[in-house]
């Protein structure tokens, strides 16, 4: 069944799609009045009997409606700028496994590093693919995805979170020997094709972040975050 997001509350039992939504449903989708979509606002989805298909706009009118089946767990990924469209990929997968936010950072083996404003002019892209995504796999939100922050800007940002974590080539506690909080939010720190310097490291651990080890095989930085969410999304209940 098509997946739509709102962005305002159902009026007299129905939502109004506008714009893109609403020509895909009537152009490419060539849906008919009377079939069905789903609408999700704010972590629900709504069953809705398609009423009316305009240009721009169609009437779904509500049928039934119940939770959205997101992970209990909130995880944000912290993912070092990784070269080329390597970042997009992982964006997409990330949302599929169920990541609330991704957050590119700017570590010191980087090898892309574009301006902050050369970057913002990518964000609506980054951002449709995550919209894809959420539709695609069945989300309740469409995760956010943020502009470029420093190393430690994220070292504090993640110290608003129950649990951070950094995937360090070099050793750590495994994945599974963690303690993960009930419902509440975890952090993850991935580098980019360089890995992380020992002092940035170092700086993680003193900042309260947990290092660990995904294993004796070297992993790539766009394979690293998707094994990482994958193996905390299986822990806590949530694959």
């Given at each position: 069944?098509?997946?739509?997001?709102?962005?305002?509350?159902?009026?007299?039992?129905?939502?109004?799609?506008?714009?893109?939504?609403?020509?895909?449903?009537?152009?490419?989708?060539?849906?008919?009045?009377?079939?069905?979509?789903?609408?999700?606002?704010?972590?629900?989805?709504?069953?809705?009997?398609?009423?009316?298909?305009?240009?721009?706009?169609?009437?779904?009118?509500?049928?039934?409606?119940?939770?959205?089946?997101?992970?209990?767990?909130?995880?944000?990924?912290?993912?070092?700028?990784?070269?080329?469209?390597?970042l997009e990929l992982i964006i997409?997968?990330?949302?599929?496994?169920?990541?609330?936010?991704?957050?590119?950072?700017?570590?010191?083996?980087?090898?892309?590093?574009?301006?902050?404003?050369?970057?913002?002019?990518?964000?609506?892209?980054?951002?449709?693919?995550?919209?894809?995504?959420?539709?695609?796999?069945?989300?309740?939100?469409?995760?956010?995805?943020?502009?470029?922050?420093?190393?430690?800007?994220?070292?504090?940002?993640?110290?608003?979170?129950?649990?951070?974590?950094?995937?360090?080539?070099?050793?750590?506690?495994?994945?599974?020997?963690?303690?993960?909080?009930?419902?509440?939010?975890?952090?993850?720190?991935?580098?980019?094709?360089?890995?992380?310097?020992?002092?940035?490291?170092?700086?993680?651990?003193?900042?309260?972040?947990?290092?660990?080890?995904?294993?004796?095989?070297?992993?790539?930085?766009?394979?690293?975050?998707?094994?990482?969410?994958?193996?905390?999304?299986?822990?806590?209940?949530?694959?």
């Amino acid at each position: 069944m098509p997946r739509f997001f709102a962005s305002e509350p159902p009026e007299n039992g129905a939502f109004i799609i506008a714009g893109d939504d609403a020509r895909h449903i009537g152009r490419s989708l060539r849906m008919a009045v009377g079939e069905e979509i789903t609408v999700c606002f704010e972590r629900r989805d709504y069953i809705c009997r398609l009423e009316k298909i305009g240009g721009d706009s169609a009437v779904a009118k509500i049928l039934s409606e119940e939770p959205s089946k997101e992970p209990t767990v909130a995880l944000t990924l912290y993912q070092a700028l990784p070269k080329a469209d390597k970042l997009e990929l992982i964006i997409q997968k990330a949302v599929e496994l169920g990541a609330v936010k991704i957050v590119p950072v700017m570590t010191r083996r980087c090898v892309a590093r574009p301006e902050g404003a050369q970057f913002s002019k990518k964000l609506d892209r980054l951002g449709r693919i995550a919209a894809e995504a959420a539709k695609q796999s069945g989300r309740g939100i469409i995760p956010e995805v943020s502009g470029i922050i420093s190393f430690e800007e994220c070292l504090e940002n993640i110290k608003n979170l129950d649990l951070g974590i950094i995937c360090y080539e070099k050793g750590g506690k495994r994945l599974n020997e963690l303690s993960y909080p009930d419902g509440g939010s975890v952090g993850v720190i991935v580098g980019s094709e360089g890995g992380f310097e020992p002092y940035e490291a170092e700086k993680a651990r003193e900042s309260g972040v947990t290092p660990v080890w995904l294993g004796d095989r070297i992993l790539r930085c766009e394979t690293a975050p998707l094994a990482a969410i994958s193996i905390i999304m299986n822990i806590t209940g949530n694959m």
